[in-house]
């Protein structure tokens, strides 16, 4: 069945460092790729998403870009900040389909 | 623009006990989905409702039900609660129009069975 890998976390960084959080996915049709947020607390805040391949999505600084040919949709951020303290959860939706299917989620610290 | 909203935001039940979680969707949307999220994990779809049919279902026992009412609005029912469905459960709404769609979520609620 289809899936989403991302690295494990947590991930530690110094304001103003670059992020990458990497994810692949396993998919048998076209899926929709999405990134989401959770702050401590709180439900799922979406990201960017992107829907077909080569297609780049971006928010907030952050950017993904959806690789065909490696099945991946890495998270990257030029530049940090403590409010981006979070656990970010890649995502995948079949093209057609009713449900979305999450990785485990990366923990995301940020440091002053 | 009032987002997903759900209610209660916390609940604490007993094992053996049955619990009614509540969703309002973002206006507009006429799709409601559940999740539950385990602490540390990702979210894992529960069942999705259209049309106020269910839709498609996920990998969960019959103890979990649903019922999606003619405003949208939305009820996830769980008899016979065991202590592993201690969770984190999550609304989404979103608008079907076609291949994609994007779903938003609620703040979700918080069931602690004891």
């Known amino acids: 069945g289809d899936s989403v890998t991302q690295m494990e976390g947590p991930v530690t960084l110094s304001e103003e460092a670059f992020l990458t959080i990497n994810c692949t996915y396993t998919?048998?049709?076209?899926?929709?790729l999405f990134w989401y947020v959770q702050y401590p607390g709180e439900g799922l805040q979406l990201l960017l998403k992107?829907?077909?391949?080569?297609d780049k999505g971006s928010n907030k600084g952050f950017e993904a870009t959806y690789r065909k040919e490696t099945t991946s949709f890495h998270l990257e951020k030029g530049s940090v900040q403590v409010s981006d303290s979070a656990v970010y959860f890649c995502a995948l939706r079949d093209t057609g389909g009713f449900k979305t299917i999450f990785g485990a989620g990366t923990r995301l610290f940020v440091k002053a | 623009d009032a987002g997903v909203t759900q209610s209660p935001t916390h609940l604490i039940k007993t094992r053996g006990q049955q619990v009614t979680l509540r969703c309002s969707p973002k206006s507009g949307h006429d799709t409601v989905s559940w999740y539950q999220q385990a602490l540390g994990q990702g979210p894992q779809f529960i069942f999705q409702y259209y049309e106020e049919e269910e839709r498609q279902r996920g990998n969960f026992p019959d103890r979990f039900s649903g019922h999606q009412f003619p405003n949208y609005s939305s009820e996830l029912n769980v008899n016979a609660l065991l202590l592993g469905d201690s969770a984190l459960y999550l609304c989404?709404?979103?608008?079907?129009?076609?291949?994609?769609?994007?779903?938003?979520f609620g703040p979700g609620t918080r069931l602690l069975v004891l």
């Open positions: 992107a829907t077909k391949a080569d």
């Open positions: 998919a048998t049709g076209y899926p929709s």
């Open positions: 989404a709404s979103s608008l079907f129009q076609g291949a994609v769609e994007t779903q938003y």
